[in-house]
């Protein structure tokens, strides 16, 4: 998406309250759309944070919204549209970062974080719809796989639960008359994200994924979750030439 992006003029930017150099973050963000990346180092750089400043895996939420604001509002003066991606960590696992404002409501440390952390969120949205750039800006949160948190999942859920991923789009351009639960996968994210943006998408397809807003079935629809998880595994078994 950064790649199509960039290619429109977009000015892109990644936010995380981490090292960017963790798990590839900074190669791929670099090398698929150029993105501005604000990382741990960049806050330290910009004297955003004390250089000993380090909780958790960087810095809170807290911090990272508070940046996320400067940062929008920054891209938001430039004609050139914007692309603006943050990663929130307060609920990452094994037992999330408990920031002094989150409330004790549960007897489970990690319930209370997801509740204060998503009051954060809402409060965050708010505030981005009282911004002029409001009515022409696409907002989608969603979640990077489910949550990791063994001893906490045990405790709180059944074993008969179906965890599965938090996906929200708001200010969609794009409209569905589908009414009902639909099988998908992350492929699918990608074309349905650039279609809610207005894009135009050639047969409703972006690589394995289909735009979620049309009717076309999704790989998943087609042949099930077994079967493609099956073929996905399928590896090349190519020679080595010495």
């Known amino acids: 998406m950064g790649d199509i992006l960039k290619k429109e ?8 309250g981490s090292d960017a150099l963790f798990d590839g973050r900074k190669f791929y963000f670099d090398t698929h759309g150029n993105y501005h990346i604000f990382d741990l180092k960049e806050a330290y750089n910009e004297h955003k944070l004390p ?12 911090k990272l919204f ?4 400067e940062e929008i509002l ?13 990663l929130t960590v307060d609920t990452h696992h094994p037992y999330g970062y408990k920031d002094a404002q989150y409330k004790e409501k549960y007897p489970e ?11 954060k969120i809402g409060e965050f949205i708010d ?3 009282k911004q002029p750039f409001y009515e022409n800006t696409t907002i989608v949160i969603m979640g990077d796989h489910t949550s990791m948190a063994a001893e906490y999942i045990h405790k709180t859920y059944d074993s008969d639960y179906e965890r599965t991923v938090m996906n929200v789009i708001i200010n969609s351009q794009e409209k569905t008359a589908f009414n009902h639960q639909r099988l998908f996968t992350a492929f699918d994210l990608y074309p349905t994200i650039l279609s809610a ?9 972006l690589g394995l994924g289909v735009s979620l807003f049309s009717e076309k079935k999704t790989l998943a629809e087609e042949m099930g979750l077994p079967k493609l998880d099956q073929q996905l595994r399928q590896q090349s078994k190519n020679k080595i030439l010495k």
Not at 66 to 69: N, Q, R, T
Not at 197 to 205: K, P
Request: hydrophobic residues 30%.
């Open 51 to 62: 250089e000993d400043y380090h909780v958790f895996w960087g810095y809170e939420d807290e």
């Open 66 to 69: 508070s940046f996320a604001k």
């Open 74 to 86: 920054r891209l938001s003066q430039n004609d050139q549209p914007f692309n603006f991606t943050m």
């Open 9 to 16: 003029g977009y000015q892109q930017e990644y936010l995380i």
């Open 109 to 119: 440390q990690l319930s209370n974080i997801i509740r204060g952390n998503s009051e």
């Open 197 to 205: 943006m207005g894009v135009e998408i050639e047969n409703d397809q």
């Open 127 to 129: 505030w981005l719809k």
